[in-house]
């Protein structure tokens, strides 16, 4: 007969056993608990290669001392919760992190703070690991000398929620990484993208909030991506878009909340998209759709109080926009179904100059160009006849 | 020259131009503010007022009240007055007073539904602008004799600055747009105070689409405070030059 191994605590501490953790660790075994002291720790660089959950009480500050990668993890089933780390080392060659998992499944990283680290999370060729309520505030001032918040390479079954993620390069970062659920982080302040995701599908986003962030949120070459009520905020300035969707397929987004951004979307060489019950507000473009995009439908969505409600650049669209409410629609709607009688083309020929010569910006709401826009809703010669919402709402769609 | 100011201004006051001037402005900036469900849709329709509305009453009206007090120009020239002082208290009297019918009729509704930097900048341009034309305005009458005329010039004055201005420099942008232009707008934007005031506003309400790359030029330049600055000085030259002019010829004036 074999009995189940009990399972032990082993304390770390200036006044305990094992005042290292390292020493804590390597004295555990498999199942064991490691409880971590409240005290300033500065061991070079531990290494978790046993399945033991590693707890830290009121707080311990792991220094990396500017030099070493702080925890480093090699086998799965791991649980770190409850430490401070600081000052990890800086490396764009190896990467150095202030968590790192190897290859392991099931690793559990929760409620701790990480300041000042190059990157802070990552998680490497890993599965069903979970990120959960870390905070994690880097201090990159230039991009290429900076790292990702959580950076994912290579992995599935990810679950990451309710991290506070800023001044990192890349808020959170995927590279290859399936089927994930990133809920109710709050994303800021970050130097380049709140969250860059490539090669990435099957992933959902919902109720996060990305704000601030130097060039918002970029999603390229994923399919069935789920995005759902986001909030997009104040991503401000010539390059940076609430959400840059770049050879997308087969994604869906719904209820999600793009405020005050240059441009809330930029799709690119987009396919099969659903955007559903999203509302765009006070955006400089609420959307740019070049025309490489295909099949993207947008259906009861609110447009409110955007300066451009579409941007594209060509004449071709194979998109559909149905049931949407602009609030710059003026037609009336005669049998009261709600439904405007008479089709409503967002794009105005004003977005098309400005985005054929920028500087007419300095021109805009003047007298004169309210008069072209006017001519050319009566008869269109320069915006895409067919880019129009054939049935808008009169009132508010949600 | 304060007992002129004083007589002007209850002049106008009592005038019933001004008075429907300022119901007009109130129940116009009323009736967007509490139609609209969104207070920003309510600006922009206010933001038209104030760029054409309040320039063409105040340039008009000016002109026209200038030509109709000759009699009382020519009396109190006969007075043992400074001719300056003269011309400056019209000037004071009619800024003062369509300035109050700006602040009372469009200022208060602002204060009201939208106590903001937008509502305080278009409040302030609204005022600058009312006091600009009214020295284009005196400018136009005292090189023009004739009423019919001067009025005239007024209207053309007008219709330049609101539309053919802002025709000529679209123009402009097609034809150089190859070239760098944004530094320049910003320059030639100077020569025209209603696109000045425009810009000013334009920063605050459409702040999100200006922070693209050209706006962004616009920004740092007009969102700064040597910017603001500039803007300022050049909105006060505006009404100073014009002035300025007006008072020298007015002197020399065979009435």
Not at chain 1, 329 to 355: H, Q, T
Not at chain 2, 60 to 82: C, G, H, M, R
Request: proline fraction near 3%; hydrophobic fraction near 45%.
């Amino acid at each position: 007969m074999v009995l189940p191994a009990v399972a032990s605590t082993l304390h770390v501490g200036a006044k305990r056993i094992h005042r290292t953790i390292q020493s804590g660790i390597n004295a555990a075994k498999d199942g064991d608990t490691v409880a971590v002291d409240p005290g300033h720790y500065r061991e070079r660089n531990l290494t978790v290669n046993k399945r033991i959950v590693l707890y830290g009480i009121g707080y311990p500050v792991l220094d990396g001392q500017n030099k070493y990668e702080i925890i480093s993890v090699f086998t799965g089933g791991v649980t770190i919760a409850g430490f401070k780390l600081t000052h990890s080392g800086r490396s764009s060659l190896e990467d150095l992190s202030g968590i790192k998992v190897y290859n392991s499944n099931g690793v559990t990283i929760k409620n701790n703070i990480l300041e000042d680290t190059f990157f802070g999370i990552y998680i490497q060729n890993g599965s069903k690991c979970i990120i959960i309520n870390n905070r994690l505030k880097g201090t990159a001032v230039e991009e290429q000398q900076s790292g990702n918040g959580i950076h994912c390479w290579k992995s599935d079954n990810l679950t990451i929620s309710g991290n506070t993620v800023s001044g990192h390069r890349d808020g959170i970062y995927f590279e290859f990484v399936q089927h994930a659920q990133i809920r109710k982080n709050v994303v800021s302040k970050n130097l380049r993208y709140g969250l860059h995701f490539m090669f990435s599908n099957d992933d959902t986003y919902a109720q996060n909030v990305f704000q601030n962030n130097g060039s918002g949120v970029s999603v390229m070459y994923s399919k069935r991506i789920k995005m759902i009520s986001n909030r997009f905020e104040e991503n401000w300035g010539d390059a940076a878009y609430g959400i840059l969707l770049k050879e997308i397929s087969d994604g869906t987004m719904e209820g999600n909340y793009f405020t005050k951004n240059t441009s809330a979307i930029y799709m690119e060489g987009a396919n099969r998209i659903t955007m559903k019950r999203n509302t765009f507000k006070d955006n400089g473009w609420a959307l740019k759709i070049q025309a490489s995009c295909m099949d993207v439908v947008l259906e009861r969505n609110n447009f409110i109080g955007n300066t451009f409600d579409v941007g594209t650049n060509g004449s071709l669209v194979l998109n559909t926009f149905k049931n949407n409410y602009w609030d710059k629609y003026e037609g009336y709607d005669l049998n009261k179904d709600m439904i405007g009688d008479i089709p409503f083309r967002p794009v105005s020929m004003y977005s098309m100059i400005v985005e054929k010569f920028p500087a007419a910006m300095i021109l805009f709401r003047t007298f004169i160009t309210t008069l072209l826009d006017k001519t050319e809703k009566i008869l269109p010669s320069l915006t895409p006849e067919n880019l129009k919402d054939n049935e808008p709402l009169m009132r508010k769609a949600f | 020259m304060s007992k002129i100011i004083k007589y002007v201004i209850a002049d106008i006051l009592r005038n019933r131009i001004v008075i429907i001037y300022t119901l007009f402005l109130l129940a116009s900036s009323l009736t967007v503010f509490s139609l609209e469900d969104n207070n920003s849709k309510g600006l922009l329709s206010l933001l038209n007022i104030i760029l054409i509305v309040v320039p063409l009453v105040s340039i008009i009206f000016s002109t026209i009240y200038v030509y109709n007090s000759a009699e009382f120009i020519e009396l109190l020239v006969s007075q043992p007055l400074k001719r300056k002082s003269i011309w400056l208290s019209i000037f004071t009297g009619l800024a003062a007073s369509l300035s109050l019918a700006f602040l009372i009729g469009a200022g208060l509704p602002i204060l009201i539904y939208q106590p903001s930097t937008i509502g305080i900048t278009m409040l302030l341009s609204g005022i600058i602008l009312s006091v600009i034309f009214v020295a284009i305005a005196l400018l136009a009458t005292v090189r023009t004799r004739d009423k019919a005329k001067g009025i005239g010039v007024a209207i053309m004055l007008w219709l330049y600055f609101s539309l053919l201005f802002d025709g000529f420099v679209l123009f402009l942008l097609f034809q150089f747009s190859d070239y760098p232009l944004e530094k320049a707008m910003i320059g030639i934007s100077a020569l025209n105070p209603i696109d000045l005031a425009r810009i000013l506003i334009l920063l605050q309400l459409d702040v999100s689409a200006m922070m693209g790359y050209t706006g962004a030029v616009f920004k740092d330049f007009f969102g700064t405070c040597p910017g603001l600055l500039f803007s300022c000085v050049i909105l006060l030259l505006w009404v100073g030059l014009p002035l300025w002019t007006s008072t020298r010829k007015f002197k020399s004036k065979d009435l």
